[in-house]
């Protein structure tokens, strides 16, 4: 008699979740790339908030993060691999499903967040930052442009603010982010500043929030109805030039792009 076969453990999941007295906590958790919009971790994303919104026993979703950095944005070993799966689509798509969704969803932020994961930011419902927190809209140095994610950030955003960081690539703190709109609170403990927060979306009922959710968030809806097709064609033409695939390289490489000055 011969020993089974043995198969390999499955991968822990990239977003593992949790539920506590209504509030269901979905956590980026792949450290090795800080959180990137990777193909998995998109999918995976998607289907967590998708069962989210199909739990009775849910009245608001908390997305957060492991490490020190929320999300890097695009994966870029992906994109400069050609690996990427539905690409810039298929994130329009997972920020149009956090605003579409029928459940408020917060963001709890305590590390950094560059270029994509500001995407993630702007579909919330609302988000909190910690001290620890920075931001920065870091395409234009790669030779890309905030075009997917541009969809819930504009109408949000301070345009002024907007016209500063998405061209200068300047890095800022929570307090600016929550003056230009990009959070809703900057705090110096996230959870003592989210509590009442997540209190009063627990006293909501799941018909008064839909509702109340769906007035807020009819102008992104739009956008997006709008205006996916043209972005998303546009961040696909970006990844794929030569300018973009060398400033990718560069800073994979930890070295200057050829552009630099």
Same mark, same amino acid.
């Given at each position: 008699?011969?020993?089974?076969?043995?198969?390999?453990?499955?991968?822990?999941?990239?977003?593992?979740?949790?539920?506590?007295?209504?509030?269901?906590?979905?956590?980026?958790?792949?450290?090795?790339?800080?959180?990137?919009?990777?193909?998995?971790?998109?999918?995976?994303?998607?289907?967590?908030?998708?069962?989210?919104?199909?739990?009775?026993?849910?009245?608001? *979703? @908390?997305?957060?993060? /492991? !490490?020190?950095?929320?999300?890097? &944005?695009?994966? %870029?070993?992906? =994109?400069?691999?050609?690996? $990427?799966?539905?690409?810039?689509?298929?994130?329009?798509?997972?920020?149009?499903?956090?605003?579409?969704?029928?459940?408020? *969803? @917060?963001?709890?932020? /305590? !590390?950094?967040?560059?270029?994509? &994961?500001?995407? %993630?930011?702007? =579909?919330?419902?609302?988000? $909190?930052?910690?001290?620890?927190?920075?931001?920065?809209?870091?395409?234009?140095?790669?030779?890309?442009?905030?075009?997917?994610?541009?969809?819930?950030?504009?109408?949000?955003?301070?345009?002024?603010?907007?016209?500063?960081?998405?061209?200068?690539?300047?890095?800022?703190?929570?307090?600016?982010?929550?003056?230009?709109?990009?959070?809703?609170?900057?705090?110096?403990?996230?959870?003592?500043?989210?509590?009442?927060?997540?209190?009063?979306?627990?006293?909501?009922?799941?018909?008064?929030?839909?509702?109340?959710?769906?007035?807020?968030?009819?102008?992104?809806?739009?956008?997006?109805?709008?205006?996916?097709?043209?972005?998303?064609?546009?961040?696909?033409?970006?990844?794929?030039?030569?300018?973009?695939?060398?400033?990718?390289?560069?800073?994979?490489?930890?070295?200057?792009?050829?552009?630099?000055?």
């Amino acid at each position: 008699m011969t020993d089974a076969p043995k198969t390999d453990a499955p991968a822990a999941p990239l977003v593992p979740r949790s539920h506590e007295r209504g509030i269901t906590t979905l956590t980026l958790d792949s450290p090795h790339n800080r959180n990137a919009l990777s193909t998995r971790l998109v999918a995976e994303l998607h289907q967590a908030l998708t069962d989210a919104a199909a739990d009775d026993d849910t009245r608001a *979703v @908390v997305l957060t993060h /492991t !490490g020190g950095t929320f999300c890097a &944005g695009a994966d %870029l070993s992906e =994109a400069t691999s050609g690996t $990427a799966k539905d690409g810039p689509l298929g994130l329009a798509r997972l920020l149009r499903a956090i605003v579409a969704l029928p459940k408020p *969803v @917060v963001a709890r932020v /305590t !590390g950094h967040v560059r270029a994509g &994961g500001l995407g %993630l930011l702007g =579909a919330c419902d609302i988000s $909190a930052a910690g001290p620890d927190a920075t931001f920065a809209f870091t395409e234009a140095r790669l030779g890309l442009a905030p075009a997917v994610i541009s969809l819930p950030l504009l109408p949000r955003l301070d345009p002024r603010a907007a016209g500063r960081y998405y061209l200068t690539g300047e890095k800022f703190d929570a307090a600016e982010a929550a003056r230009i709109g990009l959070v809703t609170l900057a705090a110096d403990d996230v959870d003592t500043g989210l509590a009442p927060l997540l209190d009063g979306l627990r006293k909501g009922s799941p018909q008064g929030l839909a509702a109340s959710k769906k007035l807020v968030t009819a102008q992104v809806l739009d956008t997006f109805d709008r205006d996916t097709d043209t972005l998303a064609e546009q961040s696909a033409q970006l990844f794929g030039s030569t300018e973009a695939r060398e400033g990718m390289t560069a800073f994979l490489e930890r070295r200057a792009p050829a552009w630099a000055r």
